[in-house]
């Protein structure tokens, strides 16, 4: 009848915007109650506050430091921690709190660029291995089994020696490394996940490949993704400033912690302080991640809530 339509139309939008809402109100009873399971996990707690106060330290470097990170005063080389050095200075007369404020920006960019770099190629070769199995999962898990032979350092070693030192590189070299750990964390999931009744459905009804893995299977795997994320985030950090330490990272002047290691080794008998403060740093930054991580798998994990 030509007096139904818009009535019938209302009864849609009605129906769509109720959707919506609720759709809404389910991810905010979900943050609600990870929220109020997190903030009770000491361990986690810590490690988000010590990187939350990493990257705003981060954001805000060029207003908290002391000084531009490359300013030399070369009358104070090698000065020992006082009210005009809060942490001394390196051996050309650099303030060492300004470099290690400015080089968390180097860690953070590097960090977070390696390793989305790792989840995005990770994580896909391991849906498509998982789901379609065959001669297709045989390549793609041997092609992983030849990165995990070569330990994480000495594989970034090796592709930094192939693309040349830069920061770029080093990215792009963590990044390589690291995809295998989400490949196999991708495939595991979809393995156990594909044979689940509701994929069965939902292939039972016609949808393609695809809009199986994307709607059914990709959203399942986020939370163990996200807490290998956490964990590669911080040994991405570790492994940037060791190729740098090395030479093979950021170049110089760039304020990184493992350069700054590196050039102050020569000097460490004269003044220890530019040789402790960046390894602090560097060990604080990392150690924030794994708790941050182990805070995240205590609340994520399913077999460790199984209690709750």
């Known amino acids: 009848m030509p007096g139904s339509t818009p009535e019938s139309a209302t009864d849609v939008s009605r129906s769509v915007g109720d959707r919506a809402g609720g759709g809404r109100a389910h991810m905010a009873a979900r943050f609600a109650w990870f929220w109020r399971r997190f903030r009770r996990n000491h361990i986690g707690m810590a490690g988000a506050i010590i990187v939350v106060a990493c990257v705003v330290t981060s954001l805000v470097a060029s207003a908290i430091a002391p000084y531009p990170p490359d300013e030399v005063h070369s009358r104070a080389r090698l000065a020992a921690p ?30 977070v660029i390696s390793v989305s770099l790792a989840l995005l190629l990770g994580s896909a070769l391991g849906l498509v291995a998982g789901f379609f199995g065959g001669a297709t999962d045989n390549a793609l898990m041997r092609v992983m089994d ?14 930094m020696a192939m693309l040349g030192p830069s920061i770029t590189n080093a990215m792009i070299a963590i990044g390589i490394v690291y995809a295998p750990s989400f490949a196999r964390l991708a495939r595991a999931s979809v393995l156990s996940l594909k044979e689940m009744e ?11 490949d695809l809009r199986v893995i994307a709607r059914h299977i990709a959203p399942n795997l986020m939370a163990p993704v996200i807490v290998q994320t956490t964990f590669n985030l911080s040994t991405a950090i570790l492994t940037e400033a060791s190729l ?27 003044s220890a302080w530019p040789a402790i403060f960046p390894g602090l740093a560097i060990m604080i930054v990392v150690l924030g ?15 460790l809530r199984a209690g709750d």
């Open 82 to 111: 006082r009210a005009e050095f809060p942490l001394g200075t390196d051996e050309l007369g650099r303030d060492i709190l300004s470099r290690i404020i400015f080089g968390s920006r180097i860690s953070l960019q590097v960090g």
């Open 146 to 159: 030849v990165l995990f032979a070569f330990p994480a350092i000495l594989l970034a070693i090796g592709i």
């Open 198 to 208: 509701f994929v069965e459905a939902a292939r039972a009804l016609g949808l393609s």
């Open 244 to 270: 740098s330490f090395l030479g093979l990272g950021t170049p110089p002047p760039a304020p990184s912690w493992g350069s700054m290691l590196s050039t102050s080794r020569r000097y460490v008998e004269l």
């Open 289 to 303: 991640f794994n708790l941050l991580g182990d805070g995240l798998r205590d609340v994520l994990d399913p077999r």
